[in-house]
């Protein structure tokens, strides 16, 4: 059996060496001849598959190791009886931990000496959305929630709690974390476009973390070069990978399409996709993700009373996870013509350092608050009391 898949999927021997042959290719420039004699397609966010890709091949199984779908017509597949799979929640919890990141960076450059008194608006509240909402509401902030899809569902368990995407604008951090749709009744492409954007104002931060194009991007950077501009974190680019250079100058926080790339968030994608290939094949499933991550590099900290609560999980969330390091790789590699653009954006994600997740760090706290305590679990660090 051939297995044509993205190089950049990660274990690829581990998981599926033993299932057949692995032909690796570059996921941006795939060709219908990369795959023409495939049995099985492995891709990621970059490939698009469909007709173009697959017409005259022989694969029978698709996987991509992401959440989102987009690139992926599902409809041409489920009409040829191609099976199919992607890998729901695989990074949602790396997703939730750049938002973490994002919003104790804003508060520190606000001046804040508090971050939960921001109120949080999330758009698209799925495994993504809810993940970041959990970890915020537990640990004191005021969130909104605006889901259309789901509000329309009257068994949907916080059919209550939702609101308008125009109330859910008005809070002091709006994040968006929606799939990218266009033929769907609530469809996301260009959702927020100038209308939205000259609603915020300079004091409220904008992240967008979910696909490029939910922002009318050429709407956005018009808007950042009025006065009264909101803040603006972008993590996701229309267009990518040849991301126009101005707006990058004007956001506050860029960092290329990363939000997901926790080592857990990656592994699990395969491991999601491996299950799925496996149960199409009727082979067992013996492999988990667990038994190939290695020791973090940093694997344990210690905070005693007498430091500064605050202080410490602000050191522990961002020796996880700093944002800010990722920005400047990212302003430093792109520059250039619109392909050399695109190739330092895709260079920066292929070669992204190994990022661990907080639950790969154990925390030791002596004599600190039971909130600190409550704190650290919630952000979903381990805790050695
Ligand atoms: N930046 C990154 O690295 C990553 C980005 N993503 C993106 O995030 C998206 C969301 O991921 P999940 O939460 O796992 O997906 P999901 O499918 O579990 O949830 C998406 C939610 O968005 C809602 N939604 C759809 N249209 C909406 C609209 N017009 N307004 C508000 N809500 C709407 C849906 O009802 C659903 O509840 C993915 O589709 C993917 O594109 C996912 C992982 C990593
Ligand atoms: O899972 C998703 O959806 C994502 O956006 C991925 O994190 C994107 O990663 P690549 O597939 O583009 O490597």
Redesign the pocket.
Same mark, same amino acid.
């Given at each position: 059996m051939l297995i044509v898949a993205d190089e950049n999927i990660p274990l690829l021997d581990s998981f599926f060496g033993d299932i057949g042959e692995i032909r690796r290719v570059p996921g941006r420039t795939m060709s219908a001849e990369d795959v023409r004699d495939a049995d099985v397609l492995l891709v990621r966010s970059v490939t698009r598959v469909g007709a173009e890709l697959l017409e005259g091949s022989r694969v029978r199984f698709v996987g991509t190791s992401?959440? %989102?779908?987009?690139h992926i017509d599902q409809d041409w597949l489920k009409d040829r009886g191609i099976a199919f799979s992607a890998a729901?929640?695989c990074?949602?919890n790396?997703?939730a931990e750049y938002v973490l990141s994002v919003l104790l960076l804003h508060a520190e450059r606000q001046g804040l000496d508090d971050w939960t008194n921001l109120s949080v608006g999330i758009?698209?509240?799925?495994?993504?959305?809810?993940k970041v909402a959990h970890k915020l509401e537990r640990l004191g902030f005021d969130v909104h929630l605006?889901?259309?899809?789901?509000s329309e569902d009257p068994g949907d368990q916080d059919a209550e709690r939702f609101e308008s995407?125009s109330d859910v604008l008005k809070c002091d951090v709006v994040s968006l974390?929606?799939?990218?749709?266009r033929d769907?009744r609530?469809?996301?492409w260009h959702?927020i476009g100038s209308a939205e954007l000259a609603g915020l104002n300079a004091s409220q931060l904008l992240i967008s973390? %979910?696909?490029g194009e939910v922002i009318d991007c050429t709407a956005l950077s018009e808007r950042l070069d009025q006065a009264g501009a909101p803040v603006v974190a972008l993590?996701?680019w229309e267009p990518e990978p040849a991301i126009e250079p101005e707006l990058l100058t004007k956001v506050w926080l860029a960092t290329p399409?990363?939000?997901?790339?926790s080592l857990e968030?990656k592994v699990q994608g395969t491991e999601i996709v491996y299950q799925a290939l496996s149960r199409f094949l009727g082979l067992p499933v013996r492999k988990k993700s667990g038994q190939f991550l290695p020791e973090p590099a940093l694997n344990k900290v210690s905070f005693t009373s007498s430091a500064d609560e605050g202080d410490a999980l602000r050191v522990a969330l961002l020796s996880c996870y700093d944002p800010r390091r990722d920005d400047a790789r990212m302003r430093a590699a792109i520059k250039g013509n619109a392909k050399e653009r695109a190739e330092a954006f895709d260079l920066l994600r292929r070669d992204y350092p190994v990022r661990r997740e907080c639950s790969s760090l154990k925390v030791q706290l002596k004599g600190t608050s039971k909130s600190l305590q409550d704190s650290f679990r919630t952000i979903g660090f381990k805790l050695k009391i």
């Amino acid at each position: 059996m051939l297995i044509v898949a993205d190089e950049n999927i990660p274990l690829l021997d581990s998981f599926f060496g033993d299932i057949g042959e692995i032909r690796r290719v570059p996921g941006r420039t795939m060709s219908a001849e990369d795959v023409r004699d495939a049995d099985v397609l492995l891709v990621r966010s970059v490939t698009r598959v469909g007709a173009e890709l697959l017409e005259g091949s022989r694969v029978r199984f698709v996987g991509t190791s992401t959440i %989102g779908t987009d690139h992926i017509d599902q409809d041409w597949l489920k009409d040829r009886g191609i099976a199919f799979s992607a890998a729901p929640g695989c990074n949602a919890n790396s997703v939730a931990e750049y938002v973490l990141s994002v919003l104790l960076l804003h508060a520190e450059r606000q001046g804040l000496d508090d971050w939960t008194n921001l109120s949080v608006g999330i758009v698209g509240v799925g495994n993504v959305g809810k993940k970041v909402a959990h970890k915020l509401e537990r640990l004191g902030f005021d969130v909104h929630l605006c889901d259309p899809p789901r509000s329309e569902d009257p068994g949907d368990q916080d059919a209550e709690r939702f609101e308008s995407l125009s109330d859910v604008l008005k809070c002091d951090v709006v994040s968006l974390h929606t799939p990218l749709t266009r033929d769907a009744r609530h469809a996301t492409w260009h959702m927020i476009g100038s209308a939205e954007l000259a609603g915020l104002n300079a004091s409220q931060l904008l992240i967008s973390a %979910g696909r490029g194009e939910v922002i009318d991007c050429t709407a956005l950077s018009e808007r950042l070069d009025q006065a009264g501009a909101p803040v603006v974190a972008l993590d996701v680019w229309e267009p990518e990978p040849a991301i126009e250079p101005e707006l990058l100058t004007k956001v506050w926080l860029a960092t290329p399409h990363i939000a997901g790339y926790s080592l857990e968030g990656k592994v699990q994608g395969t491991e999601i996709v491996y299950q799925a290939l496996s149960r199409f094949l009727g082979l067992p499933v013996r492999k988990k993700s667990g038994q190939f991550l290695p020791e973090p590099a940093l694997n344990k900290v210690s905070f005693t009373s007498s430091a500064d609560e605050g202080d410490a999980l602000r050191v522990a969330l961002l020796s996880c996870y700093d944002p800010r390091r990722d920005d400047a790789r990212m302003r430093a590699a792109i520059k250039g013509n619109a392909k050399e653009r695109a190739e330092a954006f895709d260079l920066l994600r292929r070669d992204y350092p190994v990022r661990r997740e907080c639950s790969s760090l154990k925390v030791q706290l002596k004599g600190t608050s039971k909130s600190l305590q409550d704190s650290f679990r919630t952000i979903g660090f381990k805790l050695k009391i």
